[in-house]
């Protein structure tokens, strides 16, 4: 799995867009770029997951760019039930191994 | 609800002891997972199950041990268990081989004493 680095924690206010940053500069041909959220003392929930340029669902968007050495999450509009430690994890679908970083904690207050 | 049922939610123990935790996956999923996750040491990958056979290996200690069933769920047994030990113990599970997107349980929370 590609080393991921990204910033140990964020605060930010209610109807603010939220931009997390995770480096991966030994991204790999056949990685993928996968977000994770975990609120206290509940399991990992899968936010989205990119290869490159754009991916958006109703949760969040994934921006990655050409040479993929980094990838932002963007939480548009957060509200307090944002608050939580969220995940960038890199690497191979075949790689069966899910390895968790330190994950950077956003807090999202009123 | 991920679809992922773990049991039990809560379990206190005395050092020394032997325990197991239950982890039913989605259904068919054939990947299970399990995490430890404490305090100091945030979500540390264990091991993982695909279809009944041991797929990848992560920092297990030799006092644990897993398989997973033919029904697929899976059961992580903690033996000689130390106050170290305590932590929650999270079962992920996902369709295939792919791990990228898996579902986690609420997990078990162990308290050795």
């Known amino acids: 799995l590609a080393k991921t680095t990204q910033p140990i924690s964020m605060d930010s206010y209610e109807g603010q867009e939220v931009n997390i940053t995770c480096s991966h500069n030994?991204?790999?041909?056949?990685?993928?770029i996968t977000w994770y959220q975990q609120f206290p003392s509940q399991g990992p929930r899968f936010i989205i997951q990119?290869?490159?340029t754009k991916v958006t669902n109703e949760v969040a968007s994934l921006f990655i760019p050409a040479d993929r050495k980094s990838s932002t999450l963007s939480l548009p509009r957060v509200s307090l039930s944002d608050t939580a430690v969220y995940y960038c994890?890199?690497?191979?679908?075949?790689?069966?191994?899910?390895?968790f970083g330190a994950g950077t904690t956003v807090t999202v207050r009123a | 609800d991920s679809g992922v049922t773990q049991t039990p939610k809560h379990l206190i123990t005395a050092t020394g002891q032997r325990v197991t935790l239950r982890c039913s996956p989605r259904?068919?999923?054939?990947?299970v997972y399990w995490y430890q996750q404490s305090l100091d040491q945030g979500l540390q990958f264990l091991i993982q199950?695909?279809?009944?056979?041991?797929?990848a290996k992560g920092n297990i200690l030799e006092r644990f041990s897993a398989q997973q069933f033919p029904d697929l769920h899976s059961e992580l047994n903690l033996s000689s268990l130390e106050l170290g030990d305590s932590a929650l113990y999270f079962c992920?599970?996902?369709?295939?081989?792919?791990?990228?997107?898996?579902?986690f349980g609420q997990g078990t929370r162990l308290t050795v004493v």
């Open positions: 992920a599970s996902s369709g295939g081989r792919d791990w990228t997107e898996a579902f």
């Open positions: 030994n991204i790999a041909t056949n990685d993928y």
């Open positions: 990119g290869y490159k």
């Open positions: 994890l890199v690497g191979d679908k075949n790689d069966y191994k899910l390895s």
């Open positions: 259904s068919g999923d054939l990947s």
């Open positions: 199950y695909y279809n009944g056979e041991e797929r």
